[in-house]
T-cell receptor, first 111, second 114 residues
Framework: GQQLNQSPQSMFIQEGEDVSMNCTSS?????WLWYKQDPGEGPVLLIA?????ELTSNGRLTAQFGITRKDSFLNISASIPSDVGIYFC???????????FGTGTRLTVIP | DSGVTQTPKHLITATGQRVTLRCSPR?????VYWYQQSLDQGLQFLIQ???????AKGNILERFSAQQFPDLHSELNLSSLELGDSALYFC?????????????FGQGTRLTVV
């Protein structure tokens, strides 16, 4: 079945540090989405990518759609305590009529 | 506020019971998705509806069913509940195109089966 693997699984960083995480797929995607989930809340869409090689920013967040179309990367610059949460990548599932989520990267920012 | 409304926010029920979770999508969105998230787990896709029709099915148990009504709100019915069904259930909506686009999530319903 389709798999979306995210790494690392978890990260502990100091406030002010930059963060990098990635997502790899077992199949080619035409869309990559990045979400953040705070504890007990619904995921919130951060960035959407639609073209191989595309680099898109949203404030301190930058995401890239990998050239192979099987991976995507999310970077957070100058982390702050409110960046804490779980970051999920997502893309079209088989049949392209559902949204398939990665395993998540749990980020902890130490003040 | 994503514009997606889920009720109730919390639900506690006994094993063997049946519950209904409700979702109102964002205004204008035709697609509704349901996801299950167990403790510290990822989001498992259950089912998608588009404009009242079932569009895609994921790992949804036979004890679970859903529907989308003419006013586009959706309900997820969970029956013969087991302890393992305790989880956060999220609804998301997107649209108006029929292909999945950016999905916006509700706050979720936390179901506890005791």
């Amino acid at each position: 079945g389709q798999q979306l693997n995210q790494s690392p699984q978890s990260m502990f960083i100091q406030e002010g540090e930059d963060v990098s995480m990635n997502c790899t797929s077992s199949s080619i995607f035409n869309t990559w989405l990045w979400y953040k989930q705070d504890p007990g809340e619904g995921p919130v869409l951060l960035i959407a990518l639609y073209k191989a090689g595309e680099l898109t920013s949203n404030g301190r967040l930058t995401a890239q759609f990998g050239i192979t179309r099987k991976d995507s990367f999310l970077n957070i610059s100058a982390s702050i305590p409110s960046d804490v949460g779980i970051y999920f990548c997502a893309g079209p599932g088989t049949g392209a009529n559902n949204l398939f989520f990665g395993t998540g990267t749990r980020l902890t920012v130490i003040p | 506020d994503s514009g997606v409304t889920q009720t109730p926010k919390h639900l506690i029920t006994a094993t063997g019971q049946r519950v209904t979770l409700r979702c109102s999508p964002r205004s204008g969105d035709l697609s509704v998705y349901w996801y299950q998230q167990s403790l510290d787990q990822g989001l498992q896709f259950l089912i998608q509806y588009y404009n009242g029709e079932e569009r895609a099915k994921g790992n949804i148990l036979e004890r679970f069913s859903a529907q989308q009504f003419p006013d586009l709100h959706s309900e997820l019915n969970l029956s013969s509940l087991e302890l393992g069904d305790s989880a956060l259930y999220f609804c998301a909506s997107s649209g108006p195109g029929s292909m999945n686009t950016e999905a916006f999530f509700g706050q979720g319903t936390r179901l506890t089966v005791v």
